[in-house]
Structure formats: C-alpha cells, structure tokens
C-alpha cells in the first residue's frame, strides 16, 4: 500500500475508532441516568441498544483497518533469509 493511501486508511480508522468508544462510553457509562437526562436537555437520542451495536461495530472496523496497515506495512518492511 502505497503511503497516501496507507495515511488515508490509518486516518479513518482511528475516527471510526474514536467514534466507536464514544458511542459505548454513551451507552454503558457509570452515570447512566445523567446521560439520559443530559441526552433529553440537549435534544439527542437517549442511549439505546442501536447506537451500543453501532459502537461495537465501528471499534471492530476501525481496529481492523489498523491492523490491516500496520500489518501491510510490517510484511513490506520483512526480509527472508
């Protein structure tokens, strides 16, 4: 992978990522209540288990999308023997 391109996917995935652990401190944090009351002052949707899956799903797409450009980059770097 080319580095733009590698600068591209590793951008992304570490805000899908970022998004991801949002959307799960929103869900399951220690204050729930205070979420859902601040949620209802601010006018978003209260925590809800669509938006705890859509958290789980984007920690798992963005992870890989780190993993995959770290691991492209690691196997160009290996030398065999």
Same mark, same amino acid.
């Given at each position: 992978?080319?580095? %733009? ?6 951008? !992304? $995935?570490?805000? !899908? /990522?970022?998004? =991801? /652990? ?8 220690? =204050? ?10 601010? $006018?978003?949707?209260? %925590? ?6 859509? =958290?789980? @799903? ?8 780190? =993993?995959?450009?770290?691991? @492209? ?9």
């Amino acid at each position: 992978m080319k580095r %733009p391109a590698r600068l591209i996917v590793t951008a !992304i $995935g570490v805000l !899908i /990522l970022i998004f =991801g /652990l949002l959307c799960l401190n929103y869900t399951k944090a220690d =204050g729930l209540e205070h979420h859902k009351k601040s949620a209802q002052r601010l $006018g978003l949707p209260p %925590p809800s288990n669509a938006i705890l899956y859509s =958290g789980v @799903a984007s920690i798992v797409l963005g992870a890989g999308s780190l =993993g995959y450009v770290l691991g @492209a980059s690691r196997r160009r770097h290996r030398t065999f023997s």
